[in-house]
Nanobody, 128 residues
Framework: VQLQASGGGLVQAGGSLRVSCVVS????????MAWFRQAPGKEREFVAG???????????DYVNSVKGRFTISRDGAKNTVYLQMTSLKPEDTAVYYC???????????????????WGQGTLVTVSS
């Protein structure tokens, strides 16, 4: 499974940005994806995750600091997960990584160690 993240860039505070992650390879082996971020000198942090089920329906989860501002979504036909970010703040500046989970859970995992597949990261910079 390969993940390719894109869409990062420079945006002013209060602005919006959408990052994308395309999954290729054995996509059948994944059932959830998430976005983590890592700012300089800080640990990698869970941002948002989405889990889908074969019978339909998805569950999502977010870190408190982005609730109401960020939205994670998935286009199954395109094997792509998006993170729409609005009302961006300078503290959102980080490298954003997409990741995929292969373990069947009933929740969205929030620990980096729960995820097997990782993309290369895309830098989001929010200027004040």
């Amino acid at each position: 499974v390969q993940l390719q993240a894109s869409g990062g860039g420079l945006v002013q505070a209060g602005g919006s940005l959408r990052v994308s992650c395309v999954v290729s390879g054995d996509t059948w082996d994944t059932n959830a994806m998430a976005w983590f971020r890592q700012a300089p000198g800080k640990e990698r942090e869970f941002v948002a995750g989405i889990r889908w089920r074969g019978a339909g329906g998805t569950i999502t989860d977010y870190v408190n600091s982005v609730k109401g501002r960020f939205t994670i979504s998935r286009d199954g036909a395109k094997n792509t997960v998006y993170l729409q970010m609005t009302s961006l703040k300078p503290e959102d500046t980080a490298v954003y990584y997409c990741t995929a989970d292969r373990v069947r859970r009933i929740y969205v995992a929030k620990m980096p160690s729960s995820y097997v597949y990782w993309g290369q990261g895309t830098l989001v910079t929010v200027s004040s």
